[in-house]
Structure formats: C-alpha cells, structure tokens
C-alpha cells in the first residue's frame, strides 16, 4: 500500500462524507425522489468505484475494509445533519462536535450500535467461516 493509494481512498472518502450531508438533501430538494436516487447513485458509486475498483483501500480475499460508511459516520458526528423540511427547505437537524454539540447525550446510543456491530461481525463470522 502506498501513500497515493492512501491519499486517494481518503479524498473519496471525504467527498462520500460530504457528498451525503451536502449534495444529497439538495439534490432531494430540487428533484424529489429522483434526485435521491441519482444523488445516491453519483456519491455512493463514485466514491466505491475509486476505494475499490481502483484499490485505494485494502480488499484481500474475502475481508472487507469499511471506508465509507467510517467517513459518513465522521461526517455526522464531526458536522452534524442536514435534513429536509418540507416548509423551510433544507436545514440542520443536529450539530456536531466542531459546531458546538455534546458527545455525552450519545454515548449510550454509540456504545450500543458497537456492540449490535460487534455482535453482527461474529454471526457473519460464525456463518460465513466454512465458505473458504
């Protein structure tokens, strides 16, 4: 792995990130639906189609490294949510750290969802593991 690579995954990365809380809600706003649909489609292909097709990120046999979905996550936690409201148009439904939030409200929340990824990683192990 060199840092080309490296610097690469983490520029589509944070386009992903970006892409979901910025692009996406205004795309939504503008075309209903349908802009959801090809917001998806441009945000989630493009940035999947450099970490992996291009092989930015590390994908060996059957293991899987989870780049977007750690960006996007990072992303609401970091700049907080964007949302529609069918009145006022896009606004911000929460703030993250850098705009003033307080982690502790979700910490009981952060530490369930690792342990239900915990838990799911095990079952897919578990009935994954004669697959090889």
Same mark, same amino acid.
């Given at each position: 792995?060199?840092?080309?690579?490296?610097?690469?995954?983490?520029?589509?990365?944070?386009?992903?990130?970006?892409?979901?809380?910025?692009?996406?809600?205004?795309?939504?706003?503008?075309?209903?639906?349908?802009?959801?649909?090809?917001?998806?489609?441009?945000?989630?292909?493009?940035?999947?189609?450099?970490?992996?097709?291009?092989? %930015?990120?590390?994908?060996?046999?059957?293991? $899987?490294?989870?780049?977007? @979905? +750690?960006?996007?996550? #990072?992303?609401? &936690?970091? =700049?907080?949510?964007?949302?529609?409201?069918?009145?006022?148009?896009?606004?911000? %439904?929460?703030?993250?750290?850098?705009?003033? $939030?307080?982690?502790?409200? @979700? +910490?009981?929340?952060? #530490?369930?969802? &690792?342990? =239900?990824?915990?838990?799911?990683?095990?079952?897919?192990?578990?009935?994954?593991?004669?697959?090889?």
């Amino acid at each position: 792995m060199n840092f080309n690579k490296i610097l690469i995954g983490m520029c589509a990365g944070a386009f992903a990130g970006f892409g979901v809380f910025t692009i996406w809600p205004s795309c939504l706003a503008r075309w209903n639906w349908l802009g959801g649909w090809l917001a998806a489609g441009i945000i989630i292909t493009s940035a999947w189609l450099i970490n992996h097709y291009v092989g %930015a990120m590390p994908n060996k046999g059957n293991y $899987a490294w989870i780049d977007m @979905a +750690l960006s996007i996550w #990072l992303a609401a &936690l970091l =700049g907080g949510l964007v949302v529609l409201d069918p009145v006022e148009g896009l606004q911000r %439904a929460a703030y993250g750290l850098l705009h003033g $939030a307080n982690l502790g409200g @979700a +910490l009981l929340t952060i #530490l369930f969802q &690792l342990i =239900g990824a915990t838990i799911a990683g095990y079952f897919l192990y578990y009935l994954r593991r004669n697959d090889a």
